[in-house]
């Protein structure tokens, strides 16, 4: 009996082991599954762990060093041809904590673990589960003139009058674009794509709501095979470039508002400050529309096809450290944005673009007062959309936060409203639209 009990028990002992070895086996499946052992590593820097940033001026300084000057409190840098401005207050709660969540990441670990892996195929369009009425951005140079002049009109009341049933202006959108909050999840990182996307399609919505045309969409400026600019940049429907340094005309519209020295104005088409119907005060400094195109050594054309190739030719959405010291060689979110090292390389795609155009589109705090921003952000999302079809409509990194600023896939987007994840504006079917055309590889060839 007393052999029997010795056995029992020893027995117990070896069950209880094989329970606890393989409950190990299962966290060490679960955690490698959900990175955590290899964002604890990327957390750290020679050695140290560093603090996660509270404020817009601190996640910059780790992206640039310190800022080449500091105007009515500010920090600005200039990072090639692109201007970034961002005060240094704190932007959320200290309380908050930002923790690496490793609880959360073990649970969905474990759901991984017994649910299918589902394996992204190349050439894979989304699948919608808006099986319908998809309303189709197109390209700008097939518009009419009656289409263009409804586009153009819908901006100008926006700004002027706004939405009567939701009090929602054209401003309402530079706010949002111009918050320091926004630095952290709208550009430098990988949520720029998905933020970008849904913050034209909640302008498209509200110009489909203001003119009680539904099928009102924005179009897309294609800045690499139209590169001659006369298609948006008119009289009738953009305005045209700005005029350089002020003198003659400029100098007495700056004069008469208190301002001693302006760069670039735009003094014809709609959008013109000196028409009474467009001030920019929300985000520049100076209430003009101001562009100067090809105006900065880092930019002095648009990008060509051989940058569109190139991100286009990129498998992988994002890599660490998930800002803009992402290799542009090898993520695709990093190539498209495009920004410059800070060993004087050249602007890339989208920034690029920003800094060749100029003016209020080159600083992230004034760009969206230019109404250009649209057209041109419709394109970045048909890149975007582009790229999905080609490797799969749900890739993005990281699946899981790592680092405050970095949205993972089921974090909602800070700042825009109603609330949406990542993963909900990935598929852009989903938002009900669609674009005329889209990039094939082989015509990047």
């Avoid at 820097?45 to 310190?66: K, M, N, S, W, Y």
């Avoid at 009515?72 to 207050?89: F, I, P």
């Avoid at 003009?288 to 190739?309: I, N, V």
């Avoid at 949406?420 to 989903?430: A, C, I, K, P, S």
Wanted: glycine letters at 6%; one cysteine or more; a neutral charge.
């Amino acid at each position: 009996m007393t052999l029997s009990r010795h056995s029992n028990c020893f027995v117990s002992h070896r069950k209880f082991l094989i329970v606890s070895l393989s409950i190990f086996l299962v966290l060490v499946l679960c955690c490698s599954n959900t990175n955590l052992f290899h964002v604890g590593k990327q957390q750290r820097a020679g050695g140290i762990i560093q603090r996660r940033p509270r404020t817009a001026g601190e996640f910059l300084r780790r992206q640039f060093g310190e800022p080449h000057s500091v105007v009515n409190g500010e920090l600005v840098y200039s990072v090639g041809g692109v201007v970034v401005r961002c005060s240094d207050k704190v932007l959320e709660d200290p309380k908050l904590k930002l923790g690496s969540r490793v609880f959360e990441r073990l649970v969905q670990g474990w759901r991984d673990l017994f649910s299918p892996i589902q394996r992204n195929k190349a050439n894979v369009a989304p699948r919608s589960r808006v099986t319908q009425n998809l309303k189709v951005r197109r390209d700008i140079r097939t518009l009419s003139k009656e289409e263009r002049n409804e586009l153009r009109d819908a901006f100008l009341k926006l700004k002027n009058e706004g939405n009567p049933l939701t009090g929602v202006t054209y401003d309402t959108f530079n706010r949002l674009h111009d918050a320091d909050d926004m630095m952290l999840y709208g550009h430098m990182a990988p949520s720029f794509l998905p933020w970008h996307r849904y913050f034209v399609y909640l302008m498209e919505l509200e110009l489909q709501n203001l003119t009680g045309n539904p099928n009102l969409t924005i179009p897309y400026w294609d800045f690499i095979e139209d590169s001659g600019l006369t298609s948006v940049f008119r009289a009738d429907f953009m305005g045209g470039n700005g005029i350089g340094n002020s003198s003659t005309a400029a100098a007495k519209i700056a004069e008469a508002h208190g301002v001693a020295d302006i760069n670039s104005p735009v003094l014809d088409g709609p959008f013109a400050f000196h028409k009474g119907r467009w001030n920019c005060s929300e985000g520049p400094l100076v209430p003009f529309l101001r562009r100067d195109f090809g105006y900065t050594e880092f930019s002095p054309t648009l990008p060509d096809k051989s940058q569109l190739a190139q991100c286009m030719n990129l498998r992988i959405y994002d890599i660490f450290p998930f800002d803009s010291h992402s290799d542009k060689n090898i993520s695709f979110r990093a190539c498209v944005e495009g920004w410059a090292s800070a060993y004087g390389e050249p602007d890339f795609l989208h920034n690029r673009v920003h800094a060749y155009i100029g003016g209020n589109m080159r600083e992230i705090r004034s760009s969206s007062t230019d109404p250009v921003f649209y057209l041109v952000h419709a394109n970045v999302d048909r890149i975007f959309a582009s790229w999905q079809r080609i490797y799969g409509i749900d890739q993005y990194e990281p699946k899981y936060r790592i680092d405050r600023g970095y949205m993972a896939l089921d974090e909602y987007l800070r700042l825009l409203s109603p609330p949406r994840t990542v993963r909900q504006l990935l598929n852009y079917e989903d938002l009900g639209y669609t674009y005329d055309r889209f990039i094939e590889l082989d015509d990047l060839k």
